[in-house]
């Protein structure tokens, strides 16, 4: 220690407090012997009397002795310190420089005798203890000196004891108890003891924290004469348990000193506080007692777990109660005043309840949900803790006060209540939505702990609170099932669940909607009706809404009624078969398919009601489904053309009626009953012209002049929208054949004999051969004239019969020669006219004659007109030569037959008439009339018949050749064929209108008039013998024939004549009716 603790002030000082204080006591024991010698004998003679006198006369006697002796050791004690203080002042005085440089070696010197004696220096404070060790601290110098301070010690050990003082001096504090994490705690170690002399006590260690256990405070050390106690250290601080009891105060000194204060009790973390140290006593003659520790606290009650799902919430833990305060230290014997008791520690709060848990909320399809739990009730709070007693006094001193009690801990507040599941969603196999689960109630409120007793009750803790907030609500109601399948209606909504005490109803859920209905079937062929849409199924009802709390909370809103599902929209109707087959009809439409009905819409819930909140709102009901639209009608199919085995064009098919659209559903109403939702709207029918009536068949065009042309077919009749189809056109007429003259007939038989023998005596001239009198027998030929020597003429040869149909004529026959000189030779017959070609004309006969009596050939006959048909004309017969006279004429050709006539064109087909409109349809076009056939052309007239040869002269004149005949007249051209009918306008629907009536085909036009025949060529002069007459002229060439009269134009007819109006405003006309002939 420094020498400058040491210094004669201070114990100067120290030496005139002894004397003080040996003053007091002298004073003290002087007062007190009056009182004490005064008191008057006991006035009974009893035993008991005597025995007390007795008693208080040894005290006395005892207590004067003792007093003597302090006096004498007193004074002797002022008399050292005061020596003490001469010798350290003449020390300093005479060696001040060598005790600054050596101060080190003096102390050193001064301590070495007791250090090696007793362990202990002479000056100087003990050692101080190790920490985490426990060890204790080291004792302070016997003369002078503070112990040192005990180590801390290891987790869960005993601090170490403080150091004792020498003779003046402080004891050393108590090391701290070890803290452990797995036990109990170390105790406190206690103060060590004050000097013997002067000094005080040190104060005890704090105790160890410890997880089951806390450890006790150390105890304050005492001391020796004069000095007070030390404190008693605090508690430690409990984990599970009890919380450390405080240390005792130390006593005060012997002589005089007041009492070491008990040390505060230990907290708990979770139950009660430890108990407060016991004071020490004052001196025994002079000295107040120590105040009793105050007790630790209680520890606030844990709060209680949360319930599981559903479940009650758990109750909270109750508070620890508050420690007992230490009791007061005793007094000393004189004029000394009782410590006062601790207060007792305040009871911890009760832990708040658990809160309910939440109800399950529902997963599968259609179960509803849990209820909630109710809340967990509050904890009671701790009991606050007992005031210790105030300590007692001796003689003219004060009793200690008691302590005040500990406060009541605050009861715990209750739990909210957990809210109720929601019910699961409807599906496919649960079409229903779950109910909502009910809400739970709030926890209690804890109780409060009772005040601890003393000098002041301690307050009673209140109570804690119940919860009045809206929990513990009903959970929601599940949803219906939205339907994918028309035949199945929306789920229902669950229903919401109740609301706990406080808690408001759930809401109820929403109904699922309908599903559309299906799509109608397309036709499976042509023809075939659309399918019908499918009707929506209906949507569901909601869930009512759940009850608000019997003290708070309001209704559940009512679940929204679902939609009814929309109307499958109609499929379209077939269109019907074109037909293929030349003359056929074609097929009749299908008829569009009807629209579905939409569904009915769910009815909402009604909203919960509520004993002190708002009622729920009640929930709509769903909007109806709209009806499913109408779908279009086929076309009829076209008819088919005519063609060379069917003139006629085939019938177009009848169209069809739209779908009509489908019925809307009706709205669902409100929870109520009160409010109806929208009603879906109708389905739309179809007002386009589909649905119409097919085109009739054209007529075949013919070809053929024997056939007229086909007619045109019918319009199919249109639908109630569709429009009438439109007549075929007629057929065109065949042009006719151009004429052709017949390719003669070759000879097939015989010619007919007929009467053609020649001329006899009897008849001089020749027969005329017989007609021919089929086709391929030719005329007969005309007998040859007869030579008789008896007649100066030679007999006519007989002409020719006519051909058969297509054969040549007969030939005429020669005429006779003359058998007398200057006779004149017969003329040749005329040929028959042919069926074919003409028959030849017979040669003229001979003439004989001299110079004298010249004779004269006969005439050369003329040649048969060519047959009609354009057959040539027959070749004229040769002059018979004369001799010395003129040579006989030549026969003139034949003129040829008159052409063939062309052919008629045949008759243009009818048109078709227009089918009917339907109701809002227009009537259809009637077909156009096929056209007439022109007239074929006349043949060209058969060509004229070469002239006959003149007739040859032997010294005469000869003759002049024949003439060709004419050619023949050109065949008449064929007639044109009539127009066909125009066909007759359909006749309207009710609000449409009627059709265009057809126009009537056009004539056709007369042929032309064949070119006549070409002329014969004219036949060679007759050649003569003599010088002075030339040769004859040939005969002139035949005139051309004349051309073939032109065919007469066919009639051409009027367009139809449409009927009356089918009725109706703006009605369109009726069917046209038949055309009328042209002229």
Known sequence: MSFVFASPEVLGAA??????????????????????????????????????????????????????????????????????????????????????SAGADVMGALNAPTMAWLGRPLIGDGANGVDGTGGNGGAGGLLWGNGGRGGSGAAGQAGGRGGSAGLIGTGGAGGAGGASVSGAGGVGGGGGAGGWLFGAGGQGGTGGNGLTTAGVGGHGGGTGLFGAGGAGGTGGISGTGVGGGGGHGGNGGWVAGDGGAGGAGGTSNTGAGGSGGGAGRGGWVFGDGGAGGAGGDGATGAAGAQGLTGQTGQTGHDGGAGGAGGAGGRGGWLFSAGGNGGAGGAGGAGGAGGAGGAGATATTAGTSGGNGGNGGAGGTGGDGGAGGAGGATGWFGSTGTTGAGGNGGTGGNGAIAGNGGAGANGDVLHLDGGNGGNGGNPGASGAGGSGGTGSRT?????????????????????????????????????????????????????????????????????????????????????????????????????????????????????????????????????????????????????????????????????????????????????????????????????????????????????????????????????????????????????????????????????????????????????????????????????????????????????????????AGQAGGNGGDGYADFDQPFGGNGGDGGIGGPGTIGGTGGNGGYAAIVGGWGGDGGAGGDGGGAGGNGGNGGLGLGTSALPGQGGEGGNGGNGGAGGGTGGTGGTGGGGFHGPGGAAGDGGTGGIGATGGDGSNGGAGGAGGTGGLYGNGGNGGTGGTGGNGGTGATGGTGGDGGIGGSSEAGTAAVGGDGGDGGTGGTGGNGGNGGDGGAAGAGGTYGQSGTNGTGGDAGTGGSGGEGGTGGNGGAGGETSSTQSPDGLSGATGAMGASGQDGIAGTTPGTGTGGPPAGGPDGNGGDGGPGVPGP
């Open 15 to 100: 030496a005139a407090q002894a004397a003080v204080i040996g003053s007091g006591v002298q004073t003290a024991g002087a007062w007190a012997a009056g009182p004490t010698t005064a008191l008057a004998g006991a006035l009974g003679a009893d035993e008991v009397s005597v025995a007390v006198a007795q008693l208080f006369d040894g005290h006395g006697q005892a207590y004067q002795a003792i007093s003597a002796q302090a006096a004498v050791f007193h004074g002797r004690f002022v008399a050292a310190l005061n020596a003490a203080a001469d010798s350290y002042a003449g020390a300093e005085a005479a060696g001040v420089s060598v005790l600054q």
């Open 458 to 774: 301690g307050a009673h803790g209140l109570a804690g609170t119940t919860p009045t907030t809206n929990a513990g609500d009903g959970g929601r109601g599940g949803d219906g099932y939205t339907s994918t399948d028309p035949t199945l209606n929306g789920g229902a909504g669950g229903n919401g669940g109740n609301g706990g005490d406080y808690g408001n109803g759930g809401a109820g859920g929403n109904g699922g909607n309908g599903a559309t209905g299906a799509l109608g079937t397309a036709p499976p062929a042509a023809g075939d009706p659309g399918g019908n849409g499918g009707n929506g199924s209906n949507g569901g009802n909601g869930g009512a809404g759940g009850t608000g709390g019997l003290i708070a909370g309001d209704g559940g809103a009512g679940g929204h009624g679902g939609g009814g599902g929309n109307g499958g929209n109609g499929a379209a109707g077939a269109n019907g078969t074109n037909a293929t087959i030349s003359g056929t009809n074609g097929g009749n439409a299908g008829a569009g398919g009807n629209g579905g009905n939409g569904g009915t819409g769910g009815n909402g819930g009604a909203g919960g009601a509520a004993t002190h909140g708002s009622a729920g709102a009640n929930g709509a009901g769903g909007a109806g489904g709209n009806g499913g639209d109408g779908a279009i009608a086929g076309d009829g199919g076209t008819g088919a053309n005519g063609d060379a085995t069917h003139f006629d064009g085939g019938n177009g098919g009848n169209g069809a009626n739209p779908g009509i659209g489908g019925l809307g559903g009706a709205g669902g109403t409100s929870g109520d009953g009160t409010t109806p939702a929208a009603h879906g709207t109708n389905g739309t029918t179809p007002t386009t012209t589909n649905g119409s009536g097919g085109r009739g068949g054209d007529g075949y065009t013919s070809t053929d002049p024997t056939l007229n042309g086909g007619k045109g077919g019918t319009g199919g009749n249109g639908g109630d929208y569709g429009n009438g189809g439109a007549g075929g056109n007629g057929g065109n007429g065949a042009t006719g054949t151009t004429g052709t003259n017949p390719t003669p007939h070759p000879v097939t038989s015989t010619a007919n004999p007929g009467t053609d023998a020649s001329g006899n005596q009897t008849l001089f001239n020749g027969g005329t051969g017989d007609n021919g009198a089929y």
